[in-house]
């Protein structure tokens, strides 16, 4: 699902919204998140989960064309983890 079926499924729930009013919403949503995680803050969203920062070490790794070891430097992701409600939701 792309960002457009997202936002025609979205006014499908709530029709007296606009598309376009539900993709500025979307985008201040991504953009909020986005400015919390480069803060250090972890974004709970309940009965959702959490989207928070991990670090991840450095390590080595292949190039594939060439099969050359090369170090794969560390950094830090972005990651989600779903609460027990969504999984829930998403098994039945």
């Not at 606009?18 to 972890?42: D, P, T, W």
């Not at 099969?67 to 972005?78: D, F, N, R, Y």
Request: glycine share 6%; charged share 25%.
């Amino acid at each position: 699902m792309n960002r457009e079926q997202l936002v025609k499924e979205i006014q499908k729930q709530t029709p007296e919204l606009s598309c376009m009013a539900i993709g500025r919403a979307l985008k201040a949503y991504e953009k909020v998140i986005a400015e919390q995680l480069r803060a250090g803050n972890e974004v709970r969203l309940a009965d959702f989960g959490v989207f928070k920062l991990s670090a991840r070490k450095a390590r080595n790794g292949r190039n594939p064309q060439t099969g050359a070891t090369l170090l794969i430097p560390a950094s830090t992701v972005a990651k989600f983890k779903p609460y027990a409600a969504l999984n829930d939701s998403v098994a039945k």
